[in-house]
């Protein structure tokens, strides 16, 4: 099994930091992408960032210049480095780990809130 293990959230002040973690075990293809989804009260869940087996990165715009995705394989464990966070950057943070073989695979972390509140 494929278990995604989140850590890292909390509250903090605009303009404040946060560095998630999401660390991975069990059967994964090496080939795979990781990233980091977000889902704010009443709202869709949303694309935050994502980093290829080869290390191409994508990030949504709202995100672009303040979120760093990075990924470490010896831990097998990949990160999201918040900085100059807004309160609209608040919501449930997942982390998610995918490939495909002869299907599509997906594997999600349980979620961590980051609420950013004065």
């Known amino acids: 099994q494929v278990q995604l293990v989140e850590s890292g959230g909390g509250l903090v002040q605009p303009g404040g930091s946060l560095k998630l973690s999401c660390a991975a075990s069990?059967?994964?293809?090496?080939?795979?992408?990781r990233g980091w989804y977000r889902q704010a009260p009443g709202k869709q869940r949303e694309l935050v960032a994502t980093?290829?087996?080869?290390?191409?990165?994508n990030y949504a715009d709202s995100v672009k210049g303040r979120f760093t995705i990075s990924r470490d394989n010896t831990k097998n464990t990949h990160y999201l480095q918040m900085n100059t966070l807004k309160p609209e950057d608040t919501a449930v943070y997942y982390c998610?780990?995918?490939?495909?073989?002869?299907?599509?695979?997906?594997?999600w972390g349980q979620g961590t809130q980051v609420t950013v509140s004065s």
């Open positions: 998610n780990v995918q490939w495909r073989l002869s299907k599509q695979y997906d594997y």
């Open positions: 069990g059967s994964i293809f090496r080939l795979n992408t």
């Open positions: 980093i290829s087996s080869g290390g191409s990165t």
